[in-house]
């Protein structure tokens, strides 16, 4: 059984940070790319960015370069994100998500995806 748990999320002020974690299980985690996703109210969900498998390279939204860093450990089965500089506009629930392409699909490409964790941004 395949999961994907997140967790990291809350309240932070603007300028700010956090740091998210996916751990996933149940699966053999080399074979996929590792992505986040977001979801802020009322509108639609989001990459925000994504880990490839063997090189280990990233890709990110133009609105979070510089300011968000995502890695992977696939010892530790997990996958993380680290948030610096959040801004209001980053406020939504925050997703994990795995698929065995290439980094670059949308939300409809990916075979796994965890519940989520909410992360809001307000002072």
């Known amino acids: 059984q395949v999961q994907l748990v997140e967790s990291g999320g809350g309240l932070v002020q603007p300028g700010g940070s956090l740091r998210l974690s996916c751990t996933i299980s149940?699966?053999?985690?080399?074979?996929?790319?590792i992505s986040w996703f977001r979801q802020a109210p009322g509108k639609e969900r989001e990459g925000v960015s994504c880990v490839s498998t063997t090189v280990y390279s990233t890709r990110y939204a133009d609105s979070v370069k510089g300011r968000f860093t995502a890695s992977r450990d696939n010892a530790k089965k997990s996958a993380y994100l680290q948030m610096d500089n959040l801004k209001s506009e980053d406020t939504g629930v925050y997703y994990c998500a795995v698929d065995r392409g290439l980094c670059g699909g949308g939300p409809g490409a990916m075979e796994y995806w965890g519940k989520g964790t909410l992360v809001t941004v307000s002072s």
């Open positions: 149940g699966l053999r985690l080399d074979f996929y790319a």
